[in-house]
């Protein structure tokens, strides 16, 4: 299992400096459309056009995600499909207070990954009792938005190794002993965030 | 909801939304993170991180018709309406519960001695998730871990050597702890525990009834 999990990268997983400037590039580009509130109407108005803003944006980060984390092109690219109907089924359960609409499609592909490649269930948290508030503040919408381009680019900033290492683990080339819990990333300022939102959430239904 | 004072390490939680743990890992983290506000924003934060590299992925294309299949799927696909989750009514949160098929009175005990009990839960075999029932006042029997060791207290509390857990709370056992939990007096002790190895009990008759166990 370790010589395996410690195997070279798939091709594009090591990414070298070229590949970063690229990944910074592609940030700026994205930066100005609102996918939550794309996803809203989604969830809101069954809005088709703006499934497929979602689509043509997700899909193949979906799929690419998905082959290297060692699926096939055929296999990948069903399995976006997928993620993609799961994103219209589920979007009623989707917060903009609380996660990034990137963030909550990766967690509807990892969960199809580990299905499909590793044919086992994965237990997922209870729903809580309130679900996400149909009006939620735009502030704090906007602070989350916010938080994954920070992120983002304090994820770009970190030194290759270590930057390699957390798309190792996220990639599963990494078992679960092998993954370092320091990531060197700002991530105390979103779990409070969220923290903060669960709260108020928690308070509004008392 | 009981203040909760052992939490999950960020390296398992990590894991967790990297998707990396084993099926029986899985179980007891997602039962912590029901009844955890604070897990459940840290396991958040580190799904962001995943939400990150997904946004940064290269691309790569879909075939030509995949957006035309998608919109032909959704079309037949009923959006499911919000509706108010079905929160469990006894101790089992919900991951557990779909587990089981049910609370406590749908689990299917085995007894190992001692007013001992446990019901081994169907997962891959990478790890394995058991349930324990503990009498109060009596305690585990004494014994040392290969690899790491997860308990989740649902009902009940125990103690060892080092500190006390309580519902929710969840003590992480790795090789070099060794320990004698101890369920307090007062109401019966009901666990969770994973183990990515089997454990070895240091007693002789322990020793021979592990096999029986099947830990």
């Known amino acids: 299992m370790t010589e395996q999990a410690l195997s070279p990268l798939p091709s594009g997983v090591g990414a070298g400096a070229g590949s970063r400037q690229k990944r910074v590039g592609s940030l700026a580009t994205t930066d100005d459309t609102d996918w939550a509130a794309l996803l809203v109407k989604v969830r809101d108005h069954q809005d088709r056009a703006a499934f497929a803003a979602l689509f043509r944006h997700f899909a193949p980060r979906v799929k690419a995600f998905l082959m290297k984390s060692g699926a096939g092109a055929a296999l990948a690219e069903e399995c976006a499909q997928d993620v993609m109907a799961t994103l219209w089924q589920k979007a009623h359960l989707f917060d903009p207070t609380r996660a990034s609409v990137a963030t909550w499609v990766y967690t509807i592909a990892r969960n199809r990954r580990i299905d499909a490649l590793r044919k086992a269930r994965r237990a997922e948290p209870e729903e809580l009792d309130w679900g996400p508030e149909p009006e939620p503040d735009q502030a704090e919408v906007m602070e989350a938005q916010q938080e994954t381009e920070r992120l983002g680019r304090a994820l770009a900033a970190l030194p290759a190794p270590q930057r390699t290492l957390i798309e190792r683990a996220f990639y599963g080339d990494l078992s679960h002993s092998e993954i370092a819990a320091e990531t060197g990333l700002p991530l105390g300022t979103i779990k409070s965030r969220i923290r903060l939102a669960l709260e108020k959430l928690r308070h509004q239904m008392g | ?215």
């Open chain 2, 1 to 215: 909801m009981t203040t909760i004072r052992h939490h999950l390490s960020d390296q398992l939680l990590m894991a967790y939304a990297a998707g990396q743990l084993p099926e029986a890992f899985n179980l007891v983290v997602a039962t912590h993170v029901s009844l955890c506000d604070e897990c459940r924003a840290r396991a958040g934060s580190f799904d962001a991180v995943g939400g990150t590299l997904l946004e940064e992925a290269d691309e790569i294309a879909m075939g030509e018709d995949a957006l035309a299949k998608a919109l032909e799927r959704i079309e037949g696909l009923a959006q499911a309406t919000r509706s108010e989750p079905l929160k469990p009514a006894g101790i089992f949160p919900a991951p557990l519960a779909d587990y089981i098929g049910g609370d406590l009175s749908a689990v299917r005990w085995r007894k190992v001695g001692g007013g001992v009990k446990q019901a081994i839960l169907p997962t891959a075999k990478d790890a394995s998730v058991r349930l324990l029932y503990i009498p109060a006042g009596t305690a585990v029997p004494d014994h040392g871990h290969r690899g790491m060791e997860l308990t989740l207290v649902l009902q009940g509390a125990f103690a060892d050597e080092n500190d006390r857990f309580g519902r929710g709370d969840i003590e992480i056992a790795d090789e070099e702890m060794e320990h004698t939990p101890v369920a307090l007096a007062g109401e019966d002790c009901i666990c969770l525990a994973a183990t990515d190895a089997p454990l070895r009990f240091r007693g002789l008759i322990p020793r021979l009834a592990q096999p029986l166990l099947r830990i």
